[in-house]
């Protein structure tokens, strides 16, 4: 499945690659990350390969991040009109200013046309709130979105690391008054960190929201570049950033990533990302790139289809035991049902005894 093997975003029209080019590296304005000019080779090779999905912030390497994309697309309006460029606002730049940051009316509008001036684009075509703003209402957040998709400064918008009910709660309330809804969901997902399966993918799933996961690798844990064999002696790089998940643990995943990347003949990190692609509402995966080197190694991940027998066996290692109520959902088939199946989900009786009489207490 080449990069242009498109998909669509959610249940919307938007069509998308199968992996999206993350730019939070983009720049090294905080003392790492990637040069300019290796940040547009990056975006030369993806977008070659047949990629068209761009991601950023305005909150990215100070803003730079921004400023690299229109600087190398936003110039040419021939080469801008063919991709998906998206990004985000939430993100405070002014130290001081209250309403430098946040989800508010002024401050939503002002980023909007901030990111719309340093990529130099007369549209965004998908905006995220990056993170929940609690000290702003939601339904001023919304309202203000939509204004933005009317005037056509914005063509879509979606919604990163924010509560699954506020999440609902936000889409509902658009729907109601007509308002353009969320049709993307950004969140952090990998076989490291799946405690968004508890409510985040279930409500993706029934709102119709595409699922972009970003750092799918954990921050370059599942790369590769750390196994068993070399413990304590690689450098990362990123500090704890890495080092704190760098357990049995996550060992373990990469004993049986290398395994299976060797069974198909190619790297664990493509292994990795291909797990992630498999799972239920991921549309688009956020792989990030520091070195172009890595951007060629992790787009591997789209001619890997890893077999049931393999997720498996990578299911088995993380997968995580949510506590209440999803502990009581589990039984749920066998005290409605009774044992029997009902939209081909079937659960054991359940151990619940009937009184004399076969009535209830």
């Not at 000019?37 to 390497?61: H, K, M, P, V």
């Not at 229109?70 to 309403?99: C, E, M, Q």
């Not at 992630?276 to 991921?282: E, I, T, W």
Request: overall charge negative; charged content about 20%; glycine content about 12%.
């Amino acid at each position: 499945m080449p990069l242009d093997q498109y998909v669509t975003l959610g249940r919307s029209g938007l069509r998308v690659s199968p992996l999206c080019l993350g730019a939070m590296t983009f720049g090294e304005d905080l003392g790492w990350g990637t040069s300019v000019e290796e940040s547009q080779q990056i975006i030369d090779r993806y977008t070659d390969l047949g990629g068209n999905f761009i991601d950023t912030a305005n909150f990215y390497t100070r803003s730079h991040s921004e400023k690299i994309i229109g600087d190398h697309i936003g110039r040419d309006a021939g080469r801008r009109d063919r991709l998906v460029i998206a990004t985000k606002f939430s993100g405070n730049l002014y130290p001081g200013d209250p309403n430098g940051g946040g989800s508010g009316r002024k401050s939503l509008i002002n980023a909007c046309e901030n990111s719309l001036r340093r990529l130099q684009t007369d549209y965004i075509d998908l905006y995220w709130l990056h993170i929940w703003d609690a000290n702003t209402p939601i339904d001023e957040t919304m309202a203000a979105l939509d204004d933005l998709v009317r005037t056509g400064k914005v063509r879509y918008i979606g919604v990163s690391d924010t509560p699954a009910w506020k999440i609902a709660q936000a889409n509902l309330i658009a729907r109601f008054r007509g308002w353009s809804s969320f049709i993307g969901l950004q969140v952090e997902y990998s076989l490291l960190e799946r405690s968004i399966e508890q409510e985040l993918v279930p409500m993706a799933s029934e709102f119709g929201l595409g699922i972009t996961p970003w750092s799918p690798l954990k921050g370059g844990v599942l790369s590769g570049k750390y196994t068993r064999a070399n413990a304590g002696r690689q450098d990362s790089g990123r500090g704890a950033m890495v080092d704190a998940f760098l357990d049995d643990k996550a060992y373990a995943v990469v004993d049986e990533l290398e395994l299976i990347a060797k069974a198909h003949g190619t790297n664990v990190a493509s292994v990795a990302l291909a797990w992630v692609r498999a799972q239920p509402g991921v549309s688009s995966v956020i792989i990030g790139a520091r070195r172009l080197s890595q951007l060629d190694d992790n787009v591997l991940a789209v001619d890997v289809g890893l077999s049931a027998d393999e997720l498996a066996r990578l299911d088995a290692l993380t997968k995580p035991k949510f506590g209440f109520p999803n502990n009581m959902l589990e039984m749920a088939p066998g005290i409605l049902n009774g044992g029997t199946s009902v939209n081909g989900v079937s659960g054991p009786i359940s151990e619940y005894v009937m009184p004399e009489g076969g009535r209830p207490y």
